[in-house]
């Protein structure tokens, strides 16, 4: 029987990444007891709090036990948060000091939900290793953790007993990847049956929504994210943009990538591809009028490209997002 600690982290966490896991684990175990078989789970809820606070106050939860009781657990799976990364890492240094230490001196796997990441990196124990967290904090989560290897497409990662999961409901994914890997397929498949959860997605990318990438101080380089915003449409190219705002060829490649953390050649398709996505949605276009209104004069490229950061053709995408 493996022994499960839920965690729940102080501050701003979603009652859904608590109660999610550890019903579908309790719902494991009573299924295999109608089946005449041991319980495969010893589930507990540990909390930093003697009496958690959830979803802004809404929800009250009752821990089994305080993180200061807890111990011996095969794996313990962490909850993201809902405020900003600071913040939270700031709140939760016992939390981050205990997965260290159940880790190194007790074998402990760790499990993290959307940006619960964030917590497992704090301890150092995923430095050199992959993770992914939910695609809205790639940006700050690179920036705090380096020497993680973050793989922000991925909807599931494990490597060296440290999981990770994308954000949201699709941490759900995490817990059947658990559930396949400590009991068995078939186990896994039942619950993704009873919980109505796709079984084995592995990509994050249909779900991006590129957001401009203005959390930096250069305002120079805002004014030419504004210009490539209003005219993505046309044809754009490196030496046209740095000549308009009075860079060098090299200064301007040099700030932009430190700014947006995209070169102007990624960015201008980040921004034809977020178009090109919403004219899909909403408008009735077919395919090569999408390639004609986001700038491309290449359907093949276009075809690539959108393919490269959806994870779906063009045609697929829309039958499968189309809205009204």
């Not at 839920?6 to 089946?35: C, D, H, Q, W």
């Not at 909390?47 to 011996?72: K, M, N, W, Y």
């Not at 209104?293 to 829309?318: C, I, N």
Request: charged share 20%; glycine share 6%; aromatic share 10%.
């Amino acid at each position: 029987m493996k022994k499960v600690a839920v965690l729940i982290p102080r501050g701003e966490t979603m009652t859904s990444a608590v109660v999610a896991p550890y019903v579908i684990f309790t719902k494991v175990n009573e299924a295999l007891e109608k089946m005449g078989q041991v319980p495969a789970f010893d589930v507990q809820l540990v909390g930093c709090e003697r009496l958690p606070a959830l979803d802004r106050g809404v929800f009250r939860i009752q821990p089994h036990c305080s993180l200061s009781q807890a111990t011996g657990f095969d794996i313990a799976i962490v909850p993201g948060f809902t405020s900003e990364a600071s913040e939270a890492l700031a709140q939760n240094q016992p939390l981050i000091a205990w997965l260290k230490k159940q880790h190194l001196e007790y074998g402990t796997e760790l499990a993290s939900l959307c940006s619960g990441a964030f917590f497992i990196a704090a301890t150092g124990l995923a430095d050199g290793k992959k993770m992914t967290t939910h695609w809205m904090y790639a940006g700050a989560f690179k920036a705090l953790f380096p020497k993680v290897k973050l793989l922000s497409d991925r909807i599931v990662t494990d490597d060296g007993g440290i999981y990770a999961s994308g954000g949201a409901y699709s941490s759900l994914n995490l817990i059947l990847y658990l559930l396949e890997k400590f009991c068995d397929k078939t186990t896994a498949l039942w619950a993704s049956k009873v919980f109505q959860i796709d079984l084995h997605r592995n990509s994050q990318k249909p779900f991006v929504i590129f957001n401009n990438q203005k959390s930096h101080v250069d305002e120079q380089i805002k004014k030419v994210q504004d210009y490539i915003e209003q005219n993505f449409d046309h044809s754009l190219t490196v030496n046209e943009l740095a000549a308009q705002f009075a860079f060098s060829r090299r200064n301007f490649l040099r700030r932009f990538k430190e700014a947006t953390g995209n070169t102007p050649i990624e960015y201008l398709q980040r921004m034809r591809i977020e178009a090109a996505k919403r004219l899909l949605e909403n408008s009735p276009k077919n395919v090569e009028e999408v390639v004609a209104a986001t700038g491309y004069s290449d359907s093949k490229t276009f075809r690539l490209l959108f393919k490269k950061h959806t994870g779906f053709s063009p045609l697929a995408y829309r039958v499968k997002y189309r809205q009204g």
